[in-house]
Protein backbone atom coordinates (compact mmCIF):
# COMPACT_ATOMS: atom_id res chain seq x y z
CA UNK A 1 0.00 0.00 0.00
CA UNK A 2 2.42 2.40 0.76
CA UNK A 3 4.65 1.48 -1.90
CA UNK A 4 1.60 2.42 -3.95
CA UNK A 5 1.30 5.65 -2.81
CA UNK A 6 4.36 6.03 -2.92
CA UNK A 7 4.80 5.83 -6.75
CA UNK A 8 1.55 7.74 -7.19
CA UNK A 9 2.62 10.51 -5.26
CA UNK A 10 6.71 10.58 -6.74
CA UNK A 11 5.60 9.57 -10.52
CA UNK A 12 7.16 12.44 -12.24
CA UNK A 13 10.25 12.49 -9.96
CA UNK A 14 10.35 8.82 -10.92
CA UNK A 15 10.36 9.11 -14.64
CA UNK A 16 13.07 12.02 -14.40
CA UNK A 17 15.43 9.50 -12.20
CA UNK A 18 14.55 6.58 -14.73
CA UNK A 19 15.52 8.93 -17.41
CA UNK A 20 18.53 9.99 -16.08
CA UNK A 21 19.79 6.63 -15.16
CA UNK A 22 19.20 6.11 -19.17
CA UNK A 23 21.06 8.87 -20.17
CA UNK A 24 24.29 8.31 -18.27
CA UNK A 25 24.05 4.48 -18.94
CA UNK A 26 23.34 5.78 -22.59
CA UNK A 27 26.20 8.36 -23.38
CA UNK A 28 28.28 5.98 -21.65
CA UNK A 29 27.93 2.96 -23.64
CA UNK A 30 27.81 4.79 -26.48
CA UNK A 31 30.85 6.30 -26.41
CA UNK A 32 32.39 3.12 -25.07
CA UNK A 33 30.76 1.52 -28.25
CA UNK A 34 32.30 4.28 -30.78
CA UNK A 35 35.99 3.73 -29.43
CA UNK A 36 35.95 0.86 -28.05
CA UNK A 37 34.97 -1.16 -31.73
CA UNK A 38 38.02 1.04 -33.48
CA UNK A 39 39.87 0.23 -30.68
CA UNK A 40 39.13 -3.83 -30.56
CA UNK A 41 39.53 -3.47 -34.14
CA UNK A 42 43.63 -1.69 -34.40
CA UNK A 43 44.12 -4.37 -31.85
CA UNK A 44 44.05 -6.83 -33.73
CA UNK A 45 46.05 -5.25 -36.75
CA UNK A 46 48.82 -4.69 -34.32
CA UNK A 47 49.31 -7.68 -31.57
CA UNK A 48 51.76 -6.11 -30.11
CA UNK A 49 49.57 -3.49 -28.82
CA UNK A 50 46.82 -6.11 -27.91
CA UNK A 51 48.47 -7.16 -24.45
CA UNK A 52 49.21 -3.35 -23.62
CA UNK A 53 45.30 -2.14 -24.39
CA UNK A 54 43.86 -5.16 -22.82
CA UNK A 55 45.62 -5.12 -19.78
CA UNK A 56 44.97 -1.36 -19.41
CA UNK A 57 41.25 -1.80 -20.05
CA UNK A 58 41.87 -4.55 -17.46
CA UNK A 59 42.75 -2.55 -13.96
CA UNK A 60 40.23 0.09 -15.02
CA UNK A 61 37.42 -3.29 -14.88
CA UNK A 62 39.38 -4.41 -11.67
CA UNK A 63 39.13 -0.85 -9.84
CA UNK A 64 35.89 -1.33 -7.09
CA UNK A 65 33.42 1.70 -8.66
CA UNK A 66 33.09 3.65 -5.73
CA UNK A 67 36.99 4.03 -5.71
CA UNK A 68 36.70 4.44 -9.04
CA UNK A 69 34.50 7.53 -8.32
CA UNK A 70 36.34 8.68 -5.20
CA UNK A 71 39.65 8.48 -6.97
CA UNK A 72 38.01 10.94 -10.06
CA UNK A 73 36.15 13.39 -7.57
CA UNK A 74 39.61 15.45 -6.81
CA UNK A 75 40.05 15.70 -10.20
CA UNK A 76 36.70 16.00 -12.05
CA UNK A 77 34.60 17.51 -9.10
CA UNK A 78 31.06 15.36 -8.45
CA UNK A 79 28.12 15.31 -11.19
CA UNK A 80 27.42 13.34 -14.19
CA UNK A 81 30.31 13.72 -15.99
CA UNK A 82 32.70 11.68 -13.75
CA UNK A 83 29.96 9.45 -13.14
CA UNK A 84 29.85 9.08 -17.19
CA UNK A 85 33.86 8.37 -17.40
CA UNK A 86 33.83 6.18 -14.78
CA UNK A 87 30.84 4.11 -16.74
CA UNK A 88 32.24 4.17 -20.01
CA UNK A 89 35.67 2.84 -18.92
CA UNK A 90 33.81 -0.04 -17.36
CA UNK A 91 31.96 -0.47 -20.20
CA UNK A 92 35.40 -0.50 -22.37
CA UNK A 93 37.34 -3.40 -21.49
CA UNK A 94 34.20 -5.68 -22.40
CA UNK A 95 34.14 -4.07 -25.95
CA UNK A 96 37.47 -3.94 -26.56
CA UNK A 97 37.62 -7.79 -25.52
CA UNK A 98 35.42 -9.02 -27.83
CA UNK A 99 36.05 -6.97 -30.64
CA UNK A 100 39.41 -8.39 -30.54
CA UNK A 101 38.57 -11.66 -29.58
CA UNK A 102 35.83 -11.93 -31.97
CA UNK A 103 37.67 -10.55 -34.81
CA UNK A 104 40.49 -12.86 -34.68
CA UNK A 105 38.65 -15.89 -34.36
CA UNK A 106 36.78 -15.29 -38.13
CA UNK A 107 38.60 -18.20 -39.97
CA UNK A 108 42.01 -17.36 -41.65
CA UNK A 109 40.38 -19.48 -45.05
CA UNK A 110 38.01 -16.57 -44.90
CA UNK A 111 39.79 -13.57 -44.66
CA UNK A 112 41.74 -15.77 -47.33
CA UNK A 113 39.33 -16.26 -50.00
CA UNK A 114 38.27 -12.70 -49.58
CA UNK A 115 41.91 -11.26 -50.38
CA UNK A 116 42.39 -13.83 -53.01
CA UNK A 117 39.31 -12.59 -54.24
CA UNK A 118 40.68 -8.94 -54.49
CA UNK A 119 39.17 -7.33 -51.82
CA UNK A 120 40.73 -4.15 -50.05
CA UNK A 121 41.90 -4.75 -46.47
CA UNK A 122 39.02 -2.18 -45.62
CA UNK A 123 36.44 -4.86 -47.50
CA UNK A 124 37.55 -7.36 -45.87
CA UNK A 125 37.03 -5.82 -42.28
CA UNK A 126 33.49 -4.77 -43.65
CA UNK A 127 32.57 -7.71 -45.59
CA UNK A 128 33.73 -10.66 -44.20
CA UNK A 129 35.69 -9.65 -40.28
CA UNK A 130 32.62 -7.56 -38.94
CA UNK A 131 29.51 -9.43 -39.89
CA UNK A 132 31.35 -12.38 -38.77
CA UNK A 133 32.27 -11.11 -35.24
CA UNK A 134 28.82 -9.77 -34.94
CA UNK A 135 27.77 -11.83 -32.70
CA UNK A 136 30.82 -11.85 -30.16
CA UNK A 137 30.84 -7.58 -30.50
CA UNK A 138 27.54 -7.75 -30.11
CA UNK A 139 27.85 -10.28 -26.67
CA UNK A 140 29.79 -7.68 -25.48
CA UNK A 141 27.77 -4.56 -25.50
CA UNK A 142 25.29 -6.50 -23.89
CA UNK A 143 27.61 -7.36 -20.82
CA UNK A 144 28.93 -3.49 -20.77
CA UNK A 145 25.28 -2.09 -20.57
CA UNK A 146 23.85 -4.95 -18.02
CA UNK A 147 27.25 -3.87 -16.14
CA UNK A 148 26.58 -0.05 -16.39
CA UNK A 149 22.96 0.41 -15.55
CA UNK A 150 23.97 -1.60 -12.22
CA UNK A 151 26.94 0.54 -11.99
CA UNK A 152 25.19 3.46 -12.49
CA UNK A 153 23.03 3.13 -9.06
CA UNK A 154 26.24 4.04 -6.98
CA UNK A 155 26.93 6.96 -8.97
CA UNK A 156 23.96 8.81 -7.38
CA UNK A 157 26.68 8.61 -4.30
CA UNK A 158 28.68 11.52 -6.50
CA UNK A 159 25.38 13.45 -7.41
CA UNK A 160 24.75 12.24 -10.92
CA UNK A 161 21.36 11.26 -10.14
CA UNK A 162 19.43 8.30 -11.90
CA UNK A 163 17.48 5.90 -9.83
CA UNK A 164 20.62 4.82 -7.35
CA UNK A 165 19.48 8.50 -6.18
CA UNK A 166 15.55 6.95 -4.60
CA UNK A 167 17.74 4.22 -3.09
CA UNK A 168 20.46 6.05 -1.21
CA UNK A 169 18.08 8.43 0.37
CA UNK A 170 15.61 5.53 0.77
CA UNK A 171 18.74 3.84 3.14
CA UNK A 172 19.07 7.02 4.69
CA UNK A 173 15.49 7.54 5.56
CA UNK A 174 14.56 3.90 6.17
CA UNK A 175 12.33 4.31 3.49
CA UNK A 176 12.02 0.73 2.33
CA UNK A 177 8.88 1.60 -0.65
CA UNK A 178 12.25 4.21 -1.74
CA UNK A 179 14.78 1.56 -2.14
CA UNK A 180 12.39 -0.95 -3.60
CA UNK A 181 11.36 1.56 -6.32
CA UNK A 182 14.90 2.13 -7.33
CA UNK A 183 16.16 -1.11 -7.22
CA UNK A 184 13.72 -3.04 -9.12
CA UNK A 185 13.54 -0.26 -11.71
CA UNK A 186 17.23 -0.59 -12.11
CA UNK A 187 16.78 -4.26 -12.19
CA UNK A 188 13.98 -3.95 -14.79
CA UNK A 189 15.89 -1.51 -16.87
CA UNK A 190 19.18 -4.35 -16.42
CA UNK A 191 16.91 -6.87 -17.86
CA UNK A 192 14.88 -5.36 -20.61
CA UNK A 193 17.88 -3.70 -22.11
CA UNK A 194 19.64 -6.96 -22.50
CA UNK A 195 16.82 -8.24 -24.16
CA UNK A 196 16.26 -5.96 -26.41
CA UNK A 197 19.92 -5.75 -26.90
CA UNK A 198 19.72 -9.48 -27.91
CA UNK A 199 16.77 -8.71 -30.19
CA UNK A 200 19.14 -5.84 -32.16
CA UNK A 201 21.97 -8.75 -32.31
CA UNK A 202 19.13 -11.13 -33.94
CA UNK A 203 18.11 -8.02 -36.61
CA UNK A 204 22.11 -7.62 -37.20
CA UNK A 205 23.01 -11.19 -37.90
CA UNK A 206 23.11 -12.65 -40.90
CA UNK A 207 20.29 -15.02 -41.55
CA UNK A 208 23.05 -17.68 -42.99
CA UNK A 209 24.98 -17.37 -39.93
CA UNK A 210 21.98 -17.75 -37.45
CA UNK B 1 50.30 -17.70 -70.15
CA UNK B 2 52.06 -17.71 -66.95
CA UNK B 3 55.65 -17.44 -66.78
CA UNK B 4 57.74 -18.44 -63.47
CA UNK B 5 61.57 -16.75 -64.35
CA UNK B 6 63.70 -17.71 -61.45
CA UNK B 7 61.22 -17.62 -58.75
CA UNK B 8 62.48 -18.49 -55.22
CA UNK B 9 60.25 -18.07 -51.53
CA UNK B 10 62.57 -18.32 -48.54
CA UNK B 11 60.72 -18.24 -45.32
CA UNK B 12 63.67 -17.13 -43.13
CA UNK B 13 66.30 -19.66 -43.57
CA UNK B 14 63.74 -22.35 -45.04
CA UNK B 15 63.23 -22.16 -48.85
CA UNK B 16 59.76 -22.88 -49.74
CA UNK B 17 60.07 -22.35 -53.73
CA UNK B 18 63.79 -22.81 -54.93
CA UNK B 19 64.61 -20.91 -58.08
CA UNK B 20 61.13 -22.19 -60.43
CA UNK B 21 61.45 -21.32 -63.90
CA UNK B 22 57.87 -22.80 -65.61
CA UNK B 23 55.46 -21.34 -68.20
CA UNK B 24 51.86 -22.04 -68.19
CA UNK B 25 50.35 -22.16 -71.35
CA UNK B 26 47.42 -20.55 -71.69
CA UNK B 27 44.22 -22.63 -71.91
CA UNK B 28 45.68 -25.51 -70.32
CA UNK B 29 44.85 -27.31 -66.63
CA UNK B 30 47.92 -27.52 -64.57
CA UNK B 31 48.01 -29.47 -61.79
CA UNK B 32 50.43 -28.89 -58.80
CA UNK B 33 50.99 -32.07 -56.99
CA UNK B 34 53.41 -33.07 -54.38
CA UNK B 35 54.01 -34.30 -50.26
CA UNK B 36 52.88 -30.97 -47.88
CA UNK B 37 55.66 -28.62 -47.47
CA UNK B 38 56.83 -29.16 -51.20
CA UNK B 39 55.45 -25.78 -51.65
CA UNK B 40 52.59 -26.10 -54.66
CA UNK B 41 50.35 -23.90 -52.44
CA UNK B 42 53.28 -21.22 -52.10
CA UNK B 43 53.62 -21.64 -55.81
CA UNK B 44 49.89 -21.28 -56.74
CA UNK B 45 49.56 -17.86 -54.08
CA UNK B 46 52.51 -16.23 -55.29
CA UNK B 47 50.50 -16.25 -59.14
CA UNK B 48 48.12 -13.58 -57.40
CA UNK B 49 49.98 -12.32 -55.10
CA UNK B 50 48.61 -13.48 -51.75
CA UNK B 51 52.70 -14.68 -51.41
CA UNK B 52 55.44 -12.05 -52.39
CA UNK B 53 58.41 -14.22 -54.15
CA UNK B 54 61.79 -13.20 -52.60
CA UNK B 55 63.11 -13.32 -56.17
CA UNK B 56 62.46 -13.93 -59.23
CA UNK B 57 59.51 -12.48 -61.15
CA UNK B 58 56.21 -14.05 -62.49
CA UNK B 59 54.92 -12.86 -65.45
CA UNK B 60 51.49 -13.22 -66.52
CA UNK B 61 50.98 -12.53 -70.73
CA UNK B 62 54.06 -10.85 -70.65
CA UNK B 63 53.35 -8.69 -67.79
CA UNK B 64 55.33 -8.82 -64.89
CA UNK B 65 52.70 -9.14 -61.80
CA UNK B 66 54.44 -6.90 -59.16
CA UNK B 67 53.81 -4.70 -61.04
CA UNK B 68 50.16 -5.00 -61.19
CA UNK B 69 47.98 -3.77 -58.47
CA UNK B 70 47.61 -6.80 -56.20
CA UNK B 71 44.12 -6.09 -55.66
CA UNK B 72 43.43 -5.24 -59.53
CA UNK B 73 45.34 -8.35 -60.52
CA UNK B 74 43.02 -10.80 -58.10
CA UNK B 75 39.59 -9.29 -59.26
CA UNK B 76 40.91 -10.59 -63.28
CA UNK B 77 41.85 -14.30 -61.61
CA UNK B 78 39.47 -17.30 -60.10
CA UNK B 79 40.05 -18.51 -56.97
CA UNK B 80 38.62 -21.49 -55.07
CA UNK B 81 39.60 -22.97 -52.39
CA UNK B 82 38.23 -25.37 -49.75
CA UNK B 83 34.33 -25.32 -49.25
CA UNK B 84 34.98 -22.75 -46.64
CA UNK B 85 35.48 -20.51 -48.70
CA UNK B 86 31.87 -19.35 -49.21
CA UNK B 87 30.76 -16.40 -46.57
CA UNK B 88 28.22 -18.06 -44.67
CA UNK B 89 26.93 -14.27 -43.49
CA UNK B 90 26.37 -14.06 -47.64
CA UNK B 91 23.87 -15.95 -49.83
CA UNK B 92 24.51 -17.78 -52.71
CA UNK B 93 23.67 -14.87 -54.90
CA UNK B 94 26.03 -12.36 -53.18
CA UNK B 95 28.83 -14.97 -52.71
CA UNK B 96 28.35 -15.63 -56.76
CA UNK B 97 28.24 -11.96 -57.52
CA UNK B 98 31.13 -10.88 -55.35
CA UNK B 99 33.96 -9.93 -57.41
CA UNK B 100 31.55 -8.24 -60.05
CA UNK B 101 30.51 -6.55 -57.19
CA UNK B 102 34.08 -5.26 -56.12
CA UNK B 103 34.52 -4.34 -59.63
CA UNK B 104 31.39 -2.08 -59.17
CA UNK B 105 29.09 -3.63 -61.85
CA UNK B 106 26.04 -2.35 -61.76
CA UNK B 107 23.01 -4.61 -59.80
CA UNK B 108 21.08 -5.65 -63.21
CA UNK B 109 24.39 -7.25 -64.62
CA UNK B 110 24.95 -8.74 -61.86
CA UNK B 111 22.34 -9.95 -61.25
CA UNK B 112 22.27 -11.53 -64.78
CA UNK B 113 25.65 -13.10 -64.34
CA UNK B 114 24.53 -14.69 -60.54
CA UNK B 115 21.82 -15.89 -62.77
CA UNK B 116 23.83 -17.27 -66.10
CA UNK B 117 26.37 -18.72 -63.70
CA UNK B 118 24.03 -20.61 -61.56
CA UNK B 119 22.51 -22.46 -64.87
CA UNK B 120 25.94 -23.19 -65.90
CA UNK B 121 26.94 -25.47 -62.63
CA UNK B 122 23.65 -26.76 -63.08
CA UNK B 123 21.74 -25.03 -59.63
CA UNK B 124 18.86 -23.51 -60.73
CA UNK B 125 18.70 -19.65 -59.82
CA UNK B 126 15.26 -19.83 -58.76
CA UNK B 127 15.82 -22.28 -56.10
CA UNK B 128 19.06 -21.33 -55.09
CA UNK B 129 19.84 -17.70 -55.72
CA UNK B 130 18.31 -16.41 -51.94
CA UNK B 131 19.95 -19.18 -50.25
CA UNK B 132 22.71 -19.38 -47.70
CA UNK B 133 25.93 -21.70 -47.80
CA UNK B 134 24.84 -23.53 -44.76
CA UNK B 135 21.62 -24.67 -46.92
CA UNK B 136 23.99 -26.40 -49.00
CA UNK B 137 25.85 -29.49 -49.13
CA UNK B 138 29.11 -29.79 -49.53
CA UNK B 139 29.14 -30.32 -53.43
CA UNK B 140 26.50 -27.67 -54.00
CA UNK B 141 28.57 -25.26 -51.97
CA UNK B 142 31.69 -26.10 -53.99
CA UNK B 143 29.82 -25.76 -57.07
CA UNK B 144 28.76 -22.47 -55.68
CA UNK B 145 32.71 -21.80 -55.31
CA UNK B 146 33.49 -22.55 -58.66
CA UNK B 147 31.14 -20.47 -59.58
CA UNK B 148 32.09 -17.98 -57.71
CA UNK B 149 35.72 -17.75 -59.23
CA UNK B 150 33.85 -17.85 -62.96
CA UNK B 151 31.72 -14.76 -62.23
CA UNK B 152 33.79 -12.26 -63.76
CA UNK B 153 35.13 -14.36 -66.67
CA UNK B 154 39.00 -14.65 -66.07
CA UNK B 155 41.28 -15.85 -67.91
CA UNK B 156 43.00 -17.49 -64.94
CA UNK B 157 41.49 -19.61 -61.99
CA UNK B 158 43.37 -20.88 -59.25
CA UNK B 159 42.47 -23.85 -57.49
CA UNK B 160 43.46 -24.66 -54.03
CA UNK B 161 42.43 -28.08 -53.24
CA UNK B 162 38.69 -27.52 -53.96
CA UNK B 163 37.58 -31.01 -53.42
CA UNK B 164 39.79 -32.43 -50.88
CA UNK B 165 36.77 -31.95 -48.28
CA UNK B 166 34.25 -33.93 -50.24
CA UNK B 167 33.37 -37.56 -50.35
CA UNK B 168 35.20 -39.50 -52.91
CA UNK B 169 31.35 -40.03 -54.99
CA UNK B 170 30.58 -35.88 -54.97
CA UNK B 171 34.58 -35.51 -55.67
CA UNK B 172 34.74 -37.84 -59.19
CA UNK B 173 31.24 -35.83 -60.11
CA UNK B 174 32.64 -32.48 -59.32
CA UNK B 175 35.99 -33.35 -61.12
CA UNK B 176 33.61 -34.43 -64.77
CA UNK B 177 31.83 -31.18 -64.30
CA UNK B 178 35.16 -29.30 -64.14
CA UNK B 179 36.15 -31.16 -67.41
CA UNK B 180 33.65 -30.76 -68.86
CA UNK B 181 33.54 -26.55 -67.88
CA UNK B 182 37.04 -26.84 -69.40
CA UNK B 183 35.96 -28.02 -72.47
CA UNK B 184 33.78 -25.04 -73.03
CA UNK B 185 35.31 -22.31 -71.08
CA UNK B 186 38.94 -23.24 -71.82
CA UNK B 187 40.39 -21.30 -69.03
CA UNK B 188 43.84 -21.03 -67.29
CA UNK B 189 43.59 -23.41 -64.51
CA UNK B 190 46.45 -23.85 -61.99
CA UNK B 191 45.05 -26.66 -59.64
CA UNK B 192 46.92 -27.55 -56.12
CA UNK B 193 46.54 -31.33 -55.01
CA UNK B 194 47.87 -33.64 -53.10
CA UNK B 195 46.00 -36.21 -55.07
CA UNK B 196 47.90 -38.69 -58.19
CA UNK B 197 44.28 -39.87 -59.85
CA UNK B 198 42.73 -36.32 -59.47
CA UNK B 199 45.80 -34.84 -61.07
CA UNK B 200 45.79 -37.45 -63.80
CA UNK B 201 42.06 -36.82 -64.29
CA UNK B 202 42.30 -33.12 -64.70
CA UNK B 203 45.76 -32.37 -65.61
CA UNK B 204 46.80 -31.28 -69.16
CA UNK B 205 49.79 -30.88 -67.50
CA UNK B 206 51.24 -31.83 -63.85
CA UNK B 207 54.27 -30.48 -62.63
CA UNK B 208 55.59 -33.09 -59.54
CA UNK B 209 57.35 -30.58 -57.28
CA UNK B 210 59.43 -31.74 -53.78
CA UNK B 211 61.28 -29.57 -51.34
CA UNK B 212 60.56 -26.39 -53.21
CA UNK B 213 61.65 -27.67 -56.70
CA UNK B 214 59.89 -29.26 -59.93
CA UNK B 215 61.28 -32.37 -60.49
CA UNK B 216 58.78 -32.85 -63.86
CA UNK B 217 56.98 -31.41 -65.36
CA UNK B 218 54.98 -32.51 -68.56
CA UNK B 219 51.78 -34.37 -69.41
CA UNK B 220 50.09 -37.02 -67.27
CA UNK B 221 51.06 -39.56 -69.78
CA UNK B 222 54.61 -38.88 -70.06
CA UNK B 223 55.20 -38.98 -66.51
CA UNK B 224 53.33 -41.87 -66.22
CA UNK B 225 55.74 -43.72 -69.26
CA UNK B 226 58.57 -41.97 -68.50
CA UNK B 227 59.13 -40.82 -64.83
CA UNK B 228 62.20 -38.64 -64.62
CA UNK B 229 63.66 -40.21 -61.20
CA UNK B 230 62.76 -42.33 -58.52
CA UNK B 231 60.73 -40.20 -56.27
CA UNK B 232 58.19 -39.25 -59.00
CA UNK B 233 57.93 -43.02 -59.61
CA UNK B 234 56.91 -43.60 -55.94
CA UNK B 235 54.74 -40.91 -55.69
CA UNK B 236 52.73 -41.94 -58.96
CA UNK B 237 52.83 -45.48 -57.72
CA UNK B 238 54.79 -47.91 -59.24
CA UNK B 239 51.27 -50.26 -59.81
CA UNK B 240 49.76 -46.94 -61.30
CA UNK B 241 50.79 -47.44 -64.82
CA UNK B 242 49.85 -50.66 -64.95
CA UNK B 243 46.35 -50.34 -63.22
CA UNK B 244 45.71 -47.84 -66.17
CA UNK B 245 45.58 -49.44 -69.84
CA UNK B 246 44.84 -46.39 -71.37
CA UNK B 247 48.52 -45.30 -70.61
CA UNK B 248 50.37 -48.39 -72.17
CA UNK B 249 51.41 -47.90 -75.98
CA UNK B 250 50.56 -50.95 -78.49
CA UNK B 251 54.30 -50.18 -79.45
CA UNK B 252 55.53 -50.86 -76.30
CA UNK B 253 53.77 -54.48 -75.99
CA UNK B 254 53.79 -55.65 -79.47
CA UNK B 255 55.53 -58.63 -81.08
CA UNK B 256 57.54 -56.77 -83.60
CA UNK B 257 58.39 -59.70 -85.83
CA UNK B 258 55.20 -61.46 -86.53
CA UNK B 259 55.34 -64.65 -88.59
CA UNK B 260 54.64 -63.41 -91.89
CA UNK B 261 54.10 -65.11 -95.34
CA UNK B 262 53.85 -64.13 -99.14
CA UNK B 263 50.43 -63.82 -100.82
CA UNK B 264 51.80 -65.88 -103.53
CA UNK B 265 53.24 -68.85 -101.71
CA UNK B 266 50.74 -71.97 -102.12
CA UNK B 267 49.07 -73.46 -98.51
CA UNK B 268 51.71 -76.38 -98.18
CA UNK B 269 54.50 -74.40 -97.63
CA UNK B 270 51.84 -71.81 -95.27
CA UNK B 271 51.00 -74.95 -93.13
CA UNK B 272 54.89 -75.87 -92.92
CA UNK B 273 55.38 -72.18 -91.63
CA UNK B 274 52.63 -72.24 -89.05
CA UNK B 275 54.06 -75.72 -87.76
CA UNK B 276 58.08 -74.49 -87.22
CA UNK B 277 56.92 -71.51 -85.51
CA UNK B 278 54.08 -72.60 -83.82
CA UNK B 279 51.56 -70.51 -84.77
CA UNK B 280 48.05 -71.15 -86.02
CA UNK B 281 47.77 -67.83 -87.93
CA UNK B 282 50.46 -66.12 -90.40
CA UNK B 283 50.42 -62.58 -91.34
CA UNK B 284 50.32 -61.78 -95.14
CA UNK B 285 52.69 -59.36 -96.03
CA UNK B 286 53.33 -58.47 -99.93
CA UNK B 287 57.22 -58.12 -100.80
CA UNK B 288 57.28 -54.21 -100.46
CA UNK B 289 56.10 -55.19 -96.51
CA UNK B 290 52.82 -53.97 -96.59
CA UNK B 291 49.61 -55.64 -94.64
CA UNK B 292 47.56 -57.64 -96.70
CA UNK B 293 45.42 -59.93 -94.68
CA UNK B 294 45.90 -63.01 -92.31
CA UNK B 295 45.33 -66.87 -92.94
CA UNK B 296 44.67 -68.50 -90.28
CA UNK B 297 45.41 -72.30 -89.83
CA UNK B 298 41.79 -73.44 -90.01
CA UNK B 299 41.24 -71.80 -93.45
CA UNK B 300 44.12 -73.50 -94.99
CA UNK B 301 43.29 -76.78 -93.66
CA UNK B 302 39.63 -76.38 -95.19
CA UNK B 303 40.98 -75.37 -98.57
CA UNK B 304 44.34 -77.46 -98.75
CA UNK B 305 43.36 -79.91 -101.42
CA UNK B 306 42.76 -77.27 -103.77
CA UNK B 307 46.26 -76.87 -104.59
CA UNK B 308 45.78 -72.75 -103.92
CA UNK B 309 47.91 -69.95 -103.18
CA UNK B 310 47.60 -68.06 -100.11
CA UNK B 311 46.30 -65.43 -101.20
CA UNK B 312 42.47 -66.97 -101.99
CA UNK B 313 42.29 -67.65 -98.70
CA UNK B 314 43.73 -64.35 -96.94
CA UNK B 315 40.82 -62.48 -94.69
CA UNK B 316 41.25 -59.02 -95.84
CA UNK B 317 38.57 -57.43 -93.45
CA UNK B 318 40.50 -57.30 -90.42
CA UNK B 319 40.58 -54.75 -87.92
CA UNK B 320 44.30 -53.49 -87.06
CA UNK B 321 45.46 -50.31 -84.86
CA UNK B 322 48.43 -48.04 -85.18
CA UNK B 323 51.47 -47.95 -83.06
CA UNK B 324 49.99 -45.11 -81.05
CA UNK B 325 46.79 -47.03 -80.16
CA UNK B 326 46.63 -47.71 -76.52
CA UNK B 327 45.29 -51.51 -74.85
CA UNK B 328 42.24 -50.03 -74.15
CA UNK B 329 41.56 -49.34 -77.99
CA UNK B 330 43.16 -53.25 -78.58
CA UNK B 331 40.95 -54.73 -75.86
CA UNK B 332 37.86 -53.30 -77.49
CA UNK B 333 38.72 -54.61 -81.16
CA UNK B 334 39.11 -57.92 -79.87
CA UNK B 335 36.22 -57.72 -77.95
CA UNK B 336 34.07 -56.72 -80.29
CA UNK B 337 35.04 -59.05 -83.44
CA UNK B 338 35.63 -61.96 -81.18
CA UNK B 339 39.55 -61.85 -82.21
CA UNK B 340 42.76 -63.21 -80.08
CA UNK B 341 45.15 -61.07 -82.59
CA UNK B 342 45.27 -57.36 -84.09
CA UNK B 343 47.98 -56.37 -86.52
CA UNK B 344 49.45 -53.04 -86.51
CA UNK B 345 50.20 -51.45 -89.01
CA UNK B 346 51.12 -47.56 -89.93
CA UNK B 347 49.90 -45.03 -92.20
CA UNK B 348 51.86 -46.25 -95.47
CA UNK B 349 49.82 -49.78 -94.20
CA UNK B 350 53.11 -51.26 -93.43
CA UNK B 351 52.89 -54.38 -91.23
CA UNK B 352 55.14 -53.10 -87.86
CA UNK B 353 53.90 -56.00 -85.45
CA UNK B 354 51.43 -57.96 -83.72
CA UNK B 355 49.01 -57.75 -80.70
CA UNK B 356 48.28 -60.92 -79.22
CA UNK B 357 46.30 -62.21 -76.28
CA UNK B 358 49.26 -63.71 -74.74
CA UNK B 359 50.96 -60.52 -75.07
CA UNK B 360 48.60 -58.58 -73.42
CA UNK B 361 47.96 -61.12 -70.66
CA UNK B 362 51.46 -60.56 -69.87
CA UNK B 363 51.66 -56.60 -69.33
CA UNK B 364 48.37 -56.00 -67.94
CA UNK B 365 49.23 -59.61 -65.40
CA UNK B 366 52.46 -58.44 -64.03
CA UNK B 367 50.02 -55.57 -62.13
Not at chain 2, 7 to 18: E, I, L, M, P, Q
Request: glycine share 8%.
Amino acid sequence: MQLLNYVQNNMSNIIRLTIEHLQITGISIITAIAIGVPLGIIVTRYKRLANSILATANIFQTIPSIAFFGLLIPFLGIGKETAILVLFLYALLPIIKNTYTGINEVSPSMIDAGRGMGMTNFQILRMVELPQSLAVIMAGVRIATVINIGSATIAAYIGAGGLGELIFKGIQMYRNDMILVGAVLAALLAVIADKLLGYVELKLTPKGTK
Amino acid sequence: MISFKNVTKKYGDSVAVNNLTVDLESGETVVLIGPSGCGKTTTLRMINRLIEPTEGSIYVNETDISKINPVELRRNMGYVIQQIGLFPHMNIAQNVGLVPYLKDWDESKRKQRVEELLNFVGMSPSKFYHRYPNELSGGQQQRIGVARALAADPEIILMDEPFGALDPITRATLQDELLQMQDKLGKTIVFVTHDMDEALKLADKIAIMKDGEVLQFDSPENILRNPSNEFVEDFIGKDRLLKRPEYIKVKDIMIKEPVTIRPERTLTQALEKMRLHKVDSLMVVDESGNFIGIATSNDVLENFGNGGTVIEITRKEFNHVTEDANVNQVLSIMAQGQVGYVPVIDDDKRLLGLVTRSSLVNVLGKS
